[in-house]
Each structure stands twice: as C-alpha cells, then as structure tokens.
C-alpha cells in the first residue's frame, strides 16, 4: 500500500519547491532511495505538464569509482553531466544513505581531485536550474539521531511535510534587516565574532531549495571576518566525522582550526586558498529540528543555530569566494546548549535561540508550533 506521505512529499517537491511549469525538464538525481518515491515524483512530474528525467545512484558504486579516480576519467564524467545539466530546467535529489561514513577510506586526495574536476556541473545546477535536495529517512539516519527508525520516519516526514509559507512574512523580515546591517557580533561559549554584511544581499530558504528548510543566508564581507568562533554541533563532512571545531579569524582568514579531528580538518581547509575563508552566514529557525544528527540539511536549520561556513560563496549573496569547498558548520545558541547572542549594528536581534524583535517573532518556536 502506498504511503500517503510520499505523495504529499513529491507534490511538495514539484509543485510549492521547484514550481515546475508545463514543458520543463527535471532531473530527478537520486542516490540510494525506494523506487515508491521515485515513482511518485515522476508522476507529479508529469501531472504538471513537465517532463521527467531520472538518474540512480548508489554510493557504494561511487565510492568505488573515487578510490582510484583519474583526472581524464572524471573530466569526462564532467563533460557529461554538465552537457545533462544544461539540458535540465529544474533538479531534484533525494540523498539517502545507509552508511554515511561510506566515503570515509577515499582519501581526501581523491575527494579533492573528484570535486574540484565535477565543480561546473554543480555551479551551474546551483546557479540555473530550479533546485530542491533533501535526505531520505533510512535507519543509518535513524541511529545518528537516536531514533527508532519507525520514529525517525514519522520526524522526518513531520518536518518535510511542514507548511512553509508559514515563515514568509518573518523570513522577509529577516532578510531585509541582514541587508541593512553592517556590523553582525556573534557571542557565546566560546565565542566572540564580528563580521560586516555591507552591500551584500540575504536569502529567505522557506522549502524552495533544501528540505527540510527554514533558515535565511547572507554571507560576510570577505576580510572583515575577526574573532573566535566554537562550534557545537558534531558535522560529517568527505565522509570523516568532526566535532568541537573551533577557529579563529584573521583578516577575513582561518589562522587557526582545531577539532576531534585537526590534521583532517586542516587538510580540508588547505584545499585551496577559498576554503580558509567564509563563503556563508545563515541563521536557523526549523520548530521541529531540535537536535544534531550529523546530517547538514537537518542541522543547519536547527531551531536557534546559525551557521558559518567555510569555502564557496553562493551568487545570490557573494562576497568573491571561491572554493571546491563548501562546509556548513553549526552553532547552537539555544539556552539549553549554552546560550548566546547575535547582534545587528549595536541592536541585540537574538538571545538564546529566540528573536527579541517584534518584526521576527514570528520566527520563534512557539509561533511557528502554534
């Protein structure tokens, strides 16, 4: 019997995140997900006059095409998939994993190799296609959040299936106060930063590219980055596990980086010269994402978290950062993680997880539970 869920979810997907439009062509990517959802975003696909495309993944298959990839292999790969992308007017990914940590033997030689070579073809995913990409619920995911899986899944399509429009008006709100702010101070356990956000744009995110979703980017002028910032939340990122990363800015630059993990971490950061500069700002606000899971689409849109992320800088809020890297990390300011305050030019905008603006309230937890 199908689960309804899956066909509200796809429907979600084609006609609210993606607005697919009669003609258009999707790529619908996915990577180790049940043929029912698949199934079902084809036919939501098509019952919009739009036309389908689909390409299956597994990651143990590409993981074994990066342990040993050459260059002249995945320049072709390149070729490829770019010529594909162009041809697309929208994408949509369903990533699931049974093993999140099944990359975790590719060096991060061959990491860097396999993404600095396929880079054009997500630069132009990003920047010309209509996009949406989120997780699928498998019991992988469930054990990193602790979870039952039926419990997980009953979570997972809660938060996916969540009605975002309900966060329009405050996501606008906050979106247009990050573009009139030039000073943002950052301050908490561990932490006291300072950025600008001068001349540069904020984005609402409320369900059109991530889901789950609900968080608004900017990103910080390249070298007004100064101060300390301690992370809180555990992240996965090339398939390596790292938590407590902590780093110190310097003219814009990482100087410093330690973590669980700090010979790994800095090999990452020394990819190239963009990945020891931030590439984002974003704050957090999803009612029903509470806890880490080491899974970034959930993460970063944790209820009173912002992010701060090394590597490449979106076009819609650009700052000239360029990088093959692109690593949301994620800072927790709830009470019950410690707490901590985000300051626009002066104005305390939020304490402890919660917005004190009127304008912004509406943001908050309870609101959007309510």
Request: charged letters at 25%.
């Amino acid at each position: 019997m199908l689960d309804p869920r899956l066909t509200q979810l796809a429907k979600n997907l084609t006609s609210y995140s993606t607005q697919l439009k009669e003609g258009e062509r999707v790529l619908i990517d996915v990577f180790d997900v049940p043929e029912a959802i698949v199934i079902e975003l084809i036919r939501a696909v098509r019952s919009l006059g739009a036309i389908p495309y689909v390409n299956l993944n597994q990651a143990k298959v590409s993981r074994e095409l990066s342990l040993e990839a050459t260059e002249e292999q995945f320049r072709i790969s390149c070729a490829i998939e770019l010529n594909r992308m162009k041809n697309m007017d929208a994408y949509i990914a369903l990533r699931g994993s049974q093993n999140i940590f099944e990359a975790s033997d590719v060096s991060s030689e061959q990491v860097q190799l396999v993404s600095q070579i396929m880079k054009p073809v997500l630069d132009w995913r990003v920047n010309h296609t209509k996009w949406v990409v989120l997780r699928w619920p498998t019991p992988s995911m469930a054990q990193q959040a602790m979870m039952s899986t039926e419990a997980f899944e009953d979570f997972f399509f809660q938060v996916c299936n969540l009605d975002y429009a309900l966060m329009e008006k405050g996501s606008e709100n906050l979106a247009q106060l990050m573009r009139e702010t030039n000073l943002v101070e950052i301050k908490g356990n561990g932490t006291d930063l300072r950025f600008s956000l001068e001349g540069i744009d904020a984005i609402p995110c409320i369900g059109t590219h991530n889901i789950p979703d609900g968080e608004v980017f900017s990103c910080p002028v390249r070298e007004s980055v100064e101060g300390i910032l301690q992370y809180n939340a555990p992240t996965v990122y090339q398939g390596v596990s790292f938590d407590d990363i902590k780093l110190e800015f310097e003219k814009g630059r990482i100087v410093n980086a330690t973590s669980s993990n700090t010979e790994r971490l800095n090999e990452i950061l020394d990819a190239d010269v963009g990945a020891r500069y931030i590439g984002e700002f974003a704050i957090g606000f999803n009612p029903h994402i509470r806890e880490p899971m080491r899974d970034i689409l959930f993460d970063e849109k944790i209820a009173g978290s912002f992010h701060f992320t090394p590597g490449q800088a979106y076009e819609e809020a650009d700052n000239g950062n360029k990088s093959q890297v692109h690593w949301d990390m994620v800072c927790i300011q709830r009470a019950d993680y410690g707490g901590g305050e985000i300051w626009f030019d002066g104005k305390m905008i939020r304490k402890d997880g919660d917005f004190v603006l009127k304008d912004l309230e509406s943001l908050n937890s309870d609101n959007l539970l309510s």
